[in-house]
């Protein structure tokens, strides 16, 4: 049975390890971020956290504790900027703990917590692909209000425009890389690597289904394309994680579609992780349609295609 209670500077530690997990479960789902993002997340929560003890009667955070384990934060404030007169910065239960009724615990909390200083509204912050919290939030009548659409200003001499080519023995370093780091981020949600992370791009290269996209001399993301008697398979796409949210993805999948007609198919298809609903949005936002779902290679896939007019 869980006890919410408030916390002190007793449970700082706990509270920053839990909000950092948080953090690293965005940076898992939503590939672009603001460059304060890139802060080390104790530089930028422990100042919050100071500042909840010193000023009990505008910041509060309260924990969920089950038999003196704590598995769950809420940390709310009340504003004077910002839409309503106080906010929930941030809220997160333990992965094992959220079917428990400790998330709803801690909302109701922080809501009357709020309500008892004062304010009749309370707004939050969602990242999009969050669906799992946009649904928690909503089933408790919060509405959405603004959606944040952000953009990173390039230099105003910045010229290198990117150029997409076919990968070379040279570049199979900076491949292997790339995948690596691309999919990392993934293996909590499926316990294991994933198959890009598998393969052998050396002889992926020399096969010459590889192509790269490069800036200036960087070579910032990955593109397979696997010759089939009657399509073009996209075996697989990741772009360095400090290189995306800049629309790279969707020119090496425009490109894949270029060169999957140019090569005299009118279809091209593709599969991804169950799990990796993020990417499922993104094809089906260009076109792309579910043909099925099944185990394949180890991995619960879900199977996509689009069909291409010349």
């Known amino acids: 049975m869980f006890v919410i209670r408030k916390a002190d500077r007793n449970d700082e530690d706990i509270v ?3 909000w950092i997990k948080l953090i690293d479960y965005h940076r898992s789902i939503e590939d672009f971020r603001p460059e304060r993002w890139d802060r080390s997340p104790e530089e930028v929560i422990r100042p919050i956290l100071t500042a909840a003890w010193e000023s009990p009667e505008s910041l509060a955070v309260f924990v ?3 038999e003196g384990r704590v598995s769950g934060f809420v940390y709310t404030q009340l504003t004077e ?3 309503c007169p106080a906010d ?3 809220l997160l239960v333990e992965r094992n703990d959220r079917s428990r009724g400790a998330g709803q615990a801690l909302l109701d909390s922080a809501l009357n917590w709020c309500r008892a200083h004062g304010a009749h509204e309370v707004s939050l912050d969602c990242i999009w692909p969050n669906e799992l ?3 928690f939030y909503e089933n408790r009548r919060f509405r959405p209000l603004l959606i944040t659409y952000v953009l990173k200003l390039e230099p105003e001499d910045a010229t290198t425009e990117p150029r997409i080519r076919a990968a070379t023995a040279t570049d199979v370093s900076a491949v292997a890389q790339i995948v690596d780091d691309a999919y990392r981020g993934y293996i909590p949600r499926m316990g294991k690597p994933l198959g890009p992370m598998l393969d052998d791009y050396s002889a992926r290269v020399s096969e010459g289904v590889v ?4 800036e200036g001399t960087v ?3 990955v593109l397979v394309l696997l ?3 009657d399509h073009l398979l996209l075996d697989n796409i990741a772009i360095a994680p400090v290189h995306q949210g800049r629309g790279l993805g969707r020119r090496l999948l425009f490109f894949a579609e270029a060169e999957a007609l140019r090569r005299g198919c009118h279809e091209i298809r593709l599969y991804t992780h169950e799990t990796m609903t993020e990417n499922q949005r993104i094809y089906t936002a260009i076109g792309y349609k579910e043909t099925g779902r099944g185990t394949e290679a180890g991995y619960e896939r879900v199977f996509m295609r689009k069909q291409l007019d010349s």
Do not use: F, Q, S, T
């Open 88 to 90: 929930i910065n941030a």
């Open 219 to 221: 070579v910032v993301g």
């Open 133 to 135: 919290a946009r649904r």
């Open 64 to 66: 969920a504790e089950d």
């Open 81 to 83: 900027v910002g839409h």
């Open 16 to 18: 920053l390890g839990l």
């Open 211 to 214: 192509w790269v996209i490069e």
């Open 227 to 229: 010759p089939k008697p």
